[in-house]
């Protein structure tokens, strides 16, 4: 029975199991309104989206797109079904994130904006929004000591909800226009000061009659639009949803009389009298009641020339930022990488054999002349060796690259590389199977070069990160120029990388900035912005003046032999 609503009855199964519910929630509708008729029945998902699987798919990724699933009929909830009979109204929730963790917030924005999520919501008859906070969990029991409650008061982490002004100024444009909802429900109001967060488009929201406004798909980005018929005219909401002040030019259908603000009833700049121009600061919402027309036909969005370099700027940095990745930099986090540093018979500095009983350890020649490589075996069972401790990338990557001999007389060893860790008390453990076993990569004779590749490290409680090789029988191996990066891209995500750039330099030579800075937010180019730091770049400049001397020296003399060192190998292999 499993195996049918997972396979060829999915279908039929989620949309019976959300009519189902829906007809429960209805008849719960029915009974609150028969007891009180000015009671209105909410019902909503929470964090649902926000945790488990529906997260884990929602995560930025460089090869696979969920957003168009529809969530919330997995999750069994159908916004048309539920809403039928007008007595329910579904509350969608809007997520942000407190902490500053890059990939938390990129999964939030990706609920906020899944587009599968958002075609389903709009076929619901009544429609709300809840403003959820994600917090961040934090130990304070040192704190407690110099609390008026004393030492050991608390024991336990807390969930911290910090959320500011701007956060919920962005929550209500991107949730208010979006969903069009008839109720707002924000936390963030009481924790970040309601005049200075949301008042002003508070204010619109509660002025505003309770009927519906219509989507209007001729705004530029980064504008929301919705319009609704009034007497005498149309009124029109405006929101700036993005990061940059900009300025709204609408165009009308026919002369507009008269522009007024619906708030205050100022009158607004008329630049014709078909055109009107509304400013917009970042994240701000306005009204705006155009007399004497019937349609709003269009409505650019321009930018100052300031934001225009800005941008122009930006982009020329994450394309110094994109080629770093060509030749990731090393982590230096690992004790004696190369095992090269001298130690006694049987030991090596910055590596240890778990039960000494179970492996043994040999230094010999390495890759190169003259070098030192670690030959690890085990006569009989379950042998690990592993490095000395060191703490997890904040980039939440990291990618294991070892040079591996294998004599072509020996039988294939049962090994594993891999990284382990401890998160909330309990092992984490990483691996790629290599030699003998099931799904192994094979050994060919002499060395060759491995790579352990994990893109989802756990952002937060993860500790004692280590490097292991797991022998898991008997068998023998040579290790040498172990090396952890945190920038390696494999080729295809390499390519994803420059296709996003080159899709916001297309937009930017076309004139659409608007889009360019929406982009340039999405967490692929957060990620190059935070994580490529400036340092890198610099090498990287430099690096390249250097070779660009040696090469106009080379033009007088001959042409050196090729080398072979590690910095080349490395080279070609992340190419």
């Known amino acids: 029975r499993a195996k049918l609503v997972e396979g060829p009855l999915r279908e039929r199964w989620l949309q019976w199991r959300a009519k189902n519910l829906a007809e429960f929630s209805q008849r719960l509708a029915e009974k609150v309104s028969a007891a009180r008729r000015d009671l209105r029945f909410f019902v909503t998902v929470t964090d649902l989206l926000s945790q488990g699987s529906f997260a884990e798919r929602l995560k930025p990724s460089l090869s696979n797109d969920s957003s168009d699933d529809d969530l919330l009929l997995e999750a069994g909830i159908?916004?048309?079904?539920?809403?039928?009979?007008?007595?329910?109204?579904?509350?969608?929730?809007?997520?942000?994130?407190?902490?500053?963790?890059?990939?938390?917030?990129?999964?939030?924005?990706?609920?906020?904006?899944?587009?599968?999520?958002?075609?389903?919501?709009?076929?619901?008859?009544?429609?709300?929004?809840?403003?959820?906070?994600?917090?961040?969990?934090?130990?304070?029991?040192?704190?407690?000591?110099?609390s008026p409650y004393g030492a050991g008061t608390i024991t336990q982490p807390l969930s911290l909800h910090a959320v500011g002004p701007t956060v919920v100024r962005r929550r209500w444009v991107e949730s208010m226009l979006a969903s069009d909802p008839e109720v707002v429900f924000d936390e963030g109001i009481l924790l970040s000061g309601w005049r200075e967060s949301v008042g002003t488009a508070a204010s619109l929201f509660g002025s505003l009659p309770n009927e519906e406004f219509q989507l209007l798909d001729k705004a530029d980005a980064p504008l929301i639009a919705r319009s609704r018929q009034a007497s005498g005219g149309v009124v029109v909401l405006l929101a700036n949803a993005s990061?940059?002040?900009?300025?709204?030019?609408?165009?009308?259908?026919?002369?507009?009389?008269?522009?007024?603000?619906?708030?205050?009833?100022?009158?607004?700049?008329?630049?014709?009298?078909?055109?009107?121009?509304?400013?917009?600061?970042?994240?701000?919402?306005?009204?705006?009641?155009?007399?004497?027309?019937?349609?709003?036909?269009?409505?650019?969005?321009?930018?100052?020339?300031?934001?225009?370099?800005?941008?122009?700027?930006?982009?020329?940095?994450?394309?110094?930022?994109?080629?770093?990745?060509?030749?990731?930099?090393?982590?230096?986090?690992?004790?004696?990488?190369?095992?090269?540093?001298?130690?006694?018979?049987?030991?090596?500095?910055?590596?240890?054999?778990?039960?000494?009983?179970?492996?043994?350890?040999?230094?010999?020649?390495?890759?190169?002349?003259?070098?030192?490589?670690?030959?690890?075996?085990?006569?009989?069972?379950?042998?690990?060796?592993?490095?000395?401790?060191?703490?997890?990338?904040?980039?939440?990557?990291?990618?294991?690259?070892?040079?591996?001999?294998?004599?072509?007389?020996?039988?294939?060893?049962?090994?594993?590389?891999?990284?382990?860790?401890?998160?909330?008390?309990?092992?984490?453990?990483?691996?790629?199977?290599?030699?003998?076993?099931?799904?192994?990569?094979?050994?060919?004779?002499?060395?060759?070069?491995?790579?352990?590749?994990?893109?989802?490290?756990?952002?937060?409680?993860?500790?004692?990160?280590?490097?292991?090789?797991?022998?898991?029988?008997?068998?023998?191996?040579?290790?040498?120029?172990?090396?952890?990066?945190?920038?390696?891209?494999?080729?295809?995500?390499?390519?994803?990388?420059?296709?996003?750039?080159?899709?916001?330099?297309?937009?930017?030579?076309?004139?659409?900035?608007?889009t360019c800075v929406v982009e340039l937010g999405g967490y692929w180019p957060r990620f190059l912005e935070r994580y490529v730091s400036d340092e890198m770049v610099a090498m990287a400049a430099e690096s390249h003046s250097t070779e660009g001397v040696q090469k106009t020296a080379e033009t007088i003399k001959k042409e050196p032999p090729e080398r072979s060192g590690m910095i080349d190998r490395f080279r070609k292999w992340w190419q």
């Open 243 to 514: 990061r940059v002040p900009v300025e709204a030019v609408i165009k009308t259908a026919s002369a507009v009389s008269q522009a007024t603000d619906c708030i205050d009833g100022q009158k607004i700049e008329m630049i014709t009298n078909q055109t009107i121009s509304v400013a917009l600061h970042a994240w701000e919402t306005r009204g705006v009641v155009l007399e004497g027309t019937t349609r709003v036909d269009s409505i650019r969005a321009v930018f100052t020339q300031e934001v225009k370099q800005a941008v122009h700027e930006e982009l020329a940095s994450l394309r110094e930022r994109r080629a770093i990745i060509e030749v990731p930099p090393q982590m230096a986090l690992l004790d004696n990488p190369g095992f090269e540093l001298a130690a006694p018979s049987g030991t090596v500095p910055g590596w240890e054999i778990v039960e000494s009983t179970r492996g043994s350890l040999a230094v010999v020649g390495g890759i190169s002349a003259g070098t030192q490589s670690l030959e690890f075996s085990s006569p009989n069972g379950l042998s690990t060796l592993r490095s000395n401790p060191f703490a997890s990338p904040s980039s939440g990557r990291i990618s294991v690259a070892a040079w591996l001999y294998h004599d072509a007389g020996q039988k294939q060893p049962p090994l594993r590389i891999a990284v382990e860790g401890v998160q909330n008390g309990q092992e984490y453990y990483r691996f790629a199977a290599v030699g003998d076993g099931l799904g192994a990569t094979h050994l060919e004779p002499g060395w060759s070069q491995f790579v352990l590749q994990i893109d989802d490290l756990p952002r937060e409680a993860l500790e004692s990160l280590r490097v292991r090789f797991d022998m898991l029988g008997p068998g023998k191996i040579r290790i040498d120029e172990v090396r952890l990066f945190d920038l390696a891209f494999d080729g295809s995500q390499r390519v994803q990388l420059s296709k996003i750039l080159a899709l916001i330099d297309h937009h930017l030579g076309t004139g659409d900035v608007g």
């Open 78 to 146: 159908s916004p048309e079904l539920i809403t039928m009979s007008g007595r329910v109204v579904l509350v969608s929730p809007h997520v942000t994130c407190a902490s500053d963790d890059l990939l938390r917030g990129s999964v939030a924005e990706s609920i906020n904006r899944a587009y599968g999520v958002a075609r389903s919501l709009a076929a619901a008859r009544r429609r709300g929004v809840v403003g959820l906070g994600v917090g961040v969990t934090a130990t304070v029991e040192k704190l407690s000591a110099h």
